[in-house]
């Protein structure tokens, strides 16, 4: 019975968000900002609608480099709400085409100044990573992106896809690792306490002379730190 509340509850919450964050949108279309005045929109009220205590210990996010790319591990779309807590200023964030058909959060998705890939077309993708390229050059803004490209439904991390790391390294800007705990596992929203969710980030990653060649390494090396954070985090809650 909770469970049921609690998802109108979110159902009620999420047409809200969305209207106050397209009127935002549209009072300042696309101010590169808006991502994460709308990530705070969507996240404080539905933490206090789960129930889910989050401790985020994010200070190389918060002190991160005016331009970077920031990569995540992508568990649910719970993951809107959990990391909507944390997404720092002028921070924008790419999705797939398909978001801008969900009423709402679609067009506040495309309002915010984030950026609408189409996966399907190879010469269209293309184009609109040369223009995140030119974002993290010239104008003082960092990119969000969920490498794995699926949700992995708190398992083991999927294999990256290059984007991300193509970006950092023709952009030369860092690569900043975020890691959430493997909430989605043990999130009981059938109870008042719903769970624990852990957040950290890592140390920036520079890629300052490094070529597309070096880019499997740079993978490898982001996805293992990853997941010892994660497996660090997930850890610490079972020990708690």
């Known amino acids: 019975m909770l469970f049921v509340f609690r998802m109108l509850l979110m159902g009620l919450h999420f047409v809200l968000a969305g209207v106050l964050g397209v009127i935002v949108g549209l009072c300042r279309p696309f101010n590169p900002d808006n991502s994460r ?40 779309n719970y993951d809107l709400f959990v990391f909507g807590n944390v997404v720092p200023r002028r921070t924008v964030c790419i999705g797939k085409k398909s978001l801008k058909w969900v009423p709402l959060f679609g067009q506040l998705f495309w309002l915010a100044g984030n950026v609408l890939i189409d996966r399907g077309n190879a010469h269209k993708a293309r184009q609109s990573m040369l223009t995140t390229t030119h974002t993290l050059q010239n104008e003082d803004t960092s990119i969000w992106v969920f490498p794995e490209g699926t949700r992995n439904l708190g398992e083991d991390l999927l294999p990256f896809k290059k984007g991300a790391f193509q970006m950092a390294i023709a952009a030369g800007v860092p690569i900043v690792p975020v890691c959430v705990s493997s909430y989605v596992k043990h999130m009981r929203l059938n109870r008042w306490q719903s769970g624990d969710v852990l957040i950290r980030s890592l140390p920036s990653i520079p890629t300052t002379g490094l070529t597309m060649d070096d880019m499997p390494m740079l993978i490898e090396r982001c996805r293992e730190q990853m997941r010892e954070c994660i497996a660090s985090m997930d850890r610490q809650l079972q020990a708690a």
């Open 37 to 76: 005045l709308c990530a705070r929109l969507y996240a404080l009220p539905a933490m206090y609608i789960l129930r889910l205590r989050v401790k985020a210990e994010v200070s190389g996010l918060i002190n991160k480099p005016d331009s970077c790319v920031i990569i995540a591990n992508h568990q649910s």
